[in-house]
Nanobody, 127 residues
Framework: QVQLVESGGGLVQPGGSLRLSCAAS????????IAWFRQAPGKEREEVAC???????????HYTDSVKGRFTISRDNAKNTVYLQMNSLKPEDTAVYYC?????????????????WGQGTQVTVSS
């Protein structure tokens, strides 16, 4: 059974950090592009960051402008897990964060192009 499970969300003060994990089971992430999306109440789901598959030789990544320099996406193929390190968190980062996977050689940032999704993890940034 193909499954993605996110963890690591929670409540953090502005300026704090969290690391989200996305663990895959039922398939190997090596040949999949992986993305983190988020959705705040009343807003559309937006791409936060994505990382290419192992076939993507330069290990390309993409970040939405609002998180550049603060968030880092990485993958540990041995653990079949992708991470999102989030630093300098702001209240506007508050949302449910989802990871998604799609078998492809390219980076893709549109949610409709991802076949597999996790259940989401809540991130709340508040004092």
């Amino acid at each position: 059974q193909v499954q993605l499970v996110e963890s690591g969300g929670g409540l953090v003060q502005p300026g704090g950090s969290l690391r989200l994990s996305c663990a895959a089971s039922g398939f190997t992430l090596d040949y999949y592009a992986i993305a983190w999306f988020r959705q705040a109440p009343g807003k559309e789901r937006e791409e936060v960051a994505c990382i290419g598959s192992v076939n993507n030789s330069d290990n390309s990544t993409h970040y939405t402008d609002s998180v550049k320099g603060r968030f880092t996406i990485s993958r540990d193929n041995a653990k079949n897990t992708v991470y999102l390190q989030m630093n300098s968190l702001k209240p506007e980062d508050t949302a449910v964060y989802y990871c998604a996977a799609q078998r492809t050689f390219i980076l893709i940032i549109r949610p409709g192009e991802y076949a597999y999704w996790g259940q989401g993890t809540q991130v709340t940034v508040s004092s």
